[in-house]
């Protein structure tokens, strides 16, 4: 496994060498939805009783951020690798698909616990957030995280453009995390779009997540996790078989 | 110990596109053999697949014995592509750039890194070890692709036009480098459009066309299957007339100089010389001039074209 943590490594350091732009930025972005939402729902009754609207806001921030940056991290190094065909140096060597999914997938994974916990030191300054389950914040943050990378494998090897990769950033991504209870719980909707929420995994990852704040949730923890757990399997399978299959990547 | 490279009954088609049609190959050991044919010939396919960045449709290719699809890992051990294209990731230093790719093979102890220093020194890039590669001009980058190529001390190292693009004193060094190589054990593959760098360097060449091999043989051989060679008559004066039969294989004719192109094999040079006396021409020197293996090469592409 030498190759597979030279390959972690390298993607670490990707990331780290534009930190500004891959961990400041998000942390910003996910501060200003912050103050904006908080002060235009000031003064609304509870979503969850006992906890504040902006203290309901910051597990979702928080996961959204890592969802949308876990996303970005193993699609945008993949597609840039491919269009600058820098790629061919990984491609030439004796990794094998699993190695290439796993660092790719881990250094996802560790820019969005960065961006999350970037998020959370930010908030904290606004309002107090009790940690009720540690574990299943790590849990949900690991497998989340995890799930997207996956999916952003599966997003840079597919896309051979870089206006592919924004449309499915822009037009899957983007809309199932923001539809996913960020700034709402699942029981302020509709029957209806309740149902069509339950169908979206990302809302299973953010209320998992506020359940180990705050100790409730809208679904079951368990189902949550094993929701997660499930989805995380699937796409990290999906994007293994293309990555093993050379989809895009060997002719 | 087997051959360096093998192929047997290679194939690969594009979506319309036959780009390698049932290629057999072996290439020895420690030898220095030239892969050449125009564009679209199948080269870079061929090399693709030896590199395991093509898969083939048919057939099997084989680094140093070891299968590239199902002992992938140790064909890549044994292999060290420099490629066509400058490609470069432009996050990383040059250092940063040589340990990464040695890592990828498992390659991070202290002789790895003295190794990685050599390949800098070798390649004269020493002082631009910790300069960002986009920092670097175009013969640097390109410097730095063949130590990225070696990091892993490859047995085999495949250079595709490694020198296109490339200035004369810079292509001079790349070329005592891999002289050195070659000297060390290494087989070398080169694929080049310049063919008078292939007729000075390689030992086996194959003459790629139309994805198929159209010639393959030692340097010297397909050099005799040139159809013709020159023939330069110098004359005491420039006044007499040439024999009828010599005529068609006048090439040029400037003042006293006779230039003619002579069938191998079917035209004898005594006797031209004897025709050119017996029709009063008074000859001084002479000098004759084998085909290059450019002539050799158009000669082959152009036949099976």
Known sequence: MKGFSTLFYKELLRFYKVSFQTILAPVVTALLYLLVFASTFRGRPDILPGVPYVAFLIPGLMMMSMIQNAFANSSSSLIQSKIAGNLIFILLSPLSALEFFLAFVGASVIRALCVAVGVYVAAVFFVALPVRHPLFLILFGVLGSAALGALGVIAGVWAERFDQLAGFQNFVVVPLSFLSGVFYSLRNLPPFWQTVSRLNPLLYMIDGFRYGFFGTSDVSPGLSLAIVAGFCALVSLWALALVGRGYRLRN | ???????????????????????????????????????????????????????????????????????????????????????????????????????????????????????????????????????????????????????????????????????????????????????????????????????????????????????????????????????????????????????????????????????????????????????????????????????VFLELTKKTA
Request: aromatic share 6%; glycine share 8%; with cysteine.
């Open chain 2, 1 to 295: 110990m087997g051959p360096a490279i093998e192929v047997q009954g290679l194939h690969k088609r594009f979506a319309h596109v036959h780009a390698v049609r049932g290629v057999d190959l072996a290439v020895h050991q420690g030898e220095f053999f030239g892969l050449l044919g125009p564009n679209g010939a199948g080269k870079s396919t061929l090399i693709n697949i030896l590199a395991g960045l093509t898969r083939p449709d048919e057939g099997r290719a084989a680094i140093c014995g070891h299968d590239v699809i199902a002992d992938y890992r140790e064909a890549r051990r044994a292999l060290g592509v420099v490629p066509q294209e400058v490609v470069f990731d432009p996050f990383f230093t040059v250092r940063e750039v040589l340990a990464i790719q040695a890592g990828y093979f498992g390659l991070k102890g202290p002789k790895d890194k003295a190794w990685q220093e050599e390949l800098l020194a070798a390649l004269m890039l020493q002082d631009k070890g910790d300069a960002n590669m986009r920092t670097l001009s175009g013969g640097m980058k390109r410097r730095v692709l063949i130590a990225q190529a070696l990091v892993h001390r490859p047995r085999v190292v495949i250079l595709d036009e490694p020198t296109a693009g490339v200035d004369v004193e810079l292509r001079a060094s790349l070329w005592v480098f891999i002289r050195r190589l070659h000297a060390e054990g290494h087989t070398i593959v080169l694929t080049t459009h310049y063919l008078e760098e292939a007729e000075a360097l390689c030992e086996r060449i194959a003459i790629m066309q139309g994805g198929c091999i159209a010639a393959l043989d030692t340097k010297e051989a397909l050099l005799r299957r040139a159809l013709s060679k020159t023939l330069r008559v110098t004359t005491a004066e420039a006044a007499a007339t040439l024999p009828p039969r010599l005529a068609p294989k006048l090439r040029k004719r400037t003042a006293n100089i006779l230039e003619f192109a002579l069938q191998q094999g079917a035209d004898s040079i005594p006797e031209v010389l004897e025709s050119l006396r017996a029709a009063g021409f008074v000859v001084t020197d002479i000098s004759t001039e084998q085909a290059s293996l450019e002539e």
